[in-house]
C-alpha cells in the first residue's frame, strides 16, 4: 500500500492543487488515529463559520485520491483519514473541449432554467451520477448546472456519504425498479432512508412517483416495511426490505405490466401471476365453505 504524503511534502502538492485543501489533509493527517467533525477540522484550520460550503468543496477535493471514512455520530459526520486510494476517480479535467461544448450548448442550467446572458450565472458540467458513486465521464451523465445549483448538489450529495459503498451497488443500474430494489438489498433488510432511495430512483431520469416504482416490486414478490421515526423536529420515513425475487430477464417494467394483466386470470401467466392465481382460488375456496357451513 502506497504511503501517505506528509503534508508539507512536494508530493502532496503536485497531487493536491488547491492551499486550504492541502490544509484540510493536514488536520486529518496529523489526527489520523482520531477521527474528526467538520467543526473541529474547520477550527483547526482557522476558517470562520460562515465558509462552511467552501470548507466542504475543499474537503471533497480530497476524495478522489485519498481513502477518507465518513460516519455518523448524532447530527454530526466525523472524518478519519484512512489511506491513498487504490481506486483514484477519474478526474472531470479529463472531460474533452468537444464534451464540455457539447453539454453547454443550450447555455441554460437543467435545474434552475437560468442562462449566463440574462441571468449573469456562471455554468459547469456536472456529472449527474458523481464520480464517487461510479459515475462516468460519458455525455448522458453529464448535465450544465449554474454555481449555485452545483454547490447546492454537492452538499445534498455529499450529506449521503456514510451510504456510499451501498449506493454504488444499485444507482448505476438503468431501471429505477432496479436501483430501488438494489439498494434495500445493499442495506441488508437494515432500514433505508426515503429520501436516499428517492436520490436513487430518480438518479438517471426524473421520476414523477418513484413510491409506485417501490410498490410495484410487490408485483414481483418483493415485500418490505415502513417506518415513520421522529427525530427532533422532523419526521423521517423509512422502508426494509422484508423479501425478493430473482429479477425477471429482459425488461423490469414489461414484466410488471403483464404480471397485473394476468393477476388472478391467467394462471398460465408468468410465476408470480399464476401463485396469486392459486392464492385466489383458495381464498375463494374457502369463503365457500364458511358460507355453507353459515346457511346450515
Request: charge should be positive; glycine fraction near 4%.
Amino acid at each position: 500500500m502506497t504511503a501517505l504524503p506528509k503534508p508539507e511534502s512536494s508530493t502532496l502538492e503536485k497531487i493536491v492543487k488547491h492551499k486550504m485543501s492541502r490544509a484540510i489533509y493536514g488536520v486529518l493527517y496529523e489526527n489520523r488515529n482520531q477521527a474528526l467533525p467538520i467543526s473541529k477540522i474547520r477550527k483547526r484550520i482557522g476558517l470562520k463559520a460562515g465558509q462552511q460550503e467552501h470548507l466542504n468543496r475543499r474537503l471533497r477535493d480530497l476524495y478522489p485520491f485519498f481513502k477518507i471514512t465518513r460516519t455518523r455520530q448524532g447530527r454530526d459526520t466525523l472524518y478519519l483519514l484512512v489511506s491513498v486510494s487504490d481506486k483514484p476517480h477519474q478526474a472531470s479535467g479529463n472531460i474533452s473541449n468537444k464534451t464540455r461544448s457539447w453539454v453547454l450548448r443550450d447555455q441554460r442550467c437543467a435545474q434552475c432554467g437560468r442562462t449566463p446572458l440574462e441571468d449573469k450565472v456562471k455554468l459547469h458540467v456536472d456529472h449527474i451520477i458523481p464520480q464517487e458513486w461510479n459515475g462516468t465521464d460519458d455525455r448522458e451523465n453529464l448535465q450544465p448546472l449554474c454555481s449555485e445549483c452545483n454547490e447546492g448538489k454537492k452538499n445534498l450529495f455529499s450529506s449521503y456519504n456514510e451510504f456510499t459503498d451501498k449506493i454504488k451497488q444499485a444507482v448505476n443500474y438503468d431501471e429505477p425498479h432496479k436501483r430501488i430494489g438494489e439498494l434495500l438489498k445493499a442495506f441488508n433488510k437494515e432500514p433505508v432512508p426515503s429520501e436516499l432511495l428517492e436520490l436513487v430512483a430518480k438518479a438517471k431520469q426524473y421520476q414523477d412517483d418513484w413510491q409506485k416504482r417501490l410498490r410495484e416490486l410487490r408485483v414481483l414478490g418483493w415485500d418490505y416495511s415502513f417506518k415513520k421515526k421522529k427525530e427532533g423536529r422532523r419526521v423521517r420515513s423509512f422502508f426494509k426490505l422484508i423479501k425478493y425475487e430473482p429479477w425477471p430477464e429482459g425488461s423490469i417494467a414489461a414484466e410488471i405490466r403483464k404480471c397485473e394483466r394476468q393477476k388472478s386470470y391467467r394462471p398460465s401467466g408468468c410465476r408470480i401471476c399464476r401463485q396469486s392465481a392459486v392464492h385466489s382460488a383458495e381464498l375463494l375456496s374457502l369463503q365457500s365453505r364458511n358460507n355453507r357451513f353459515a346457511n346450515r
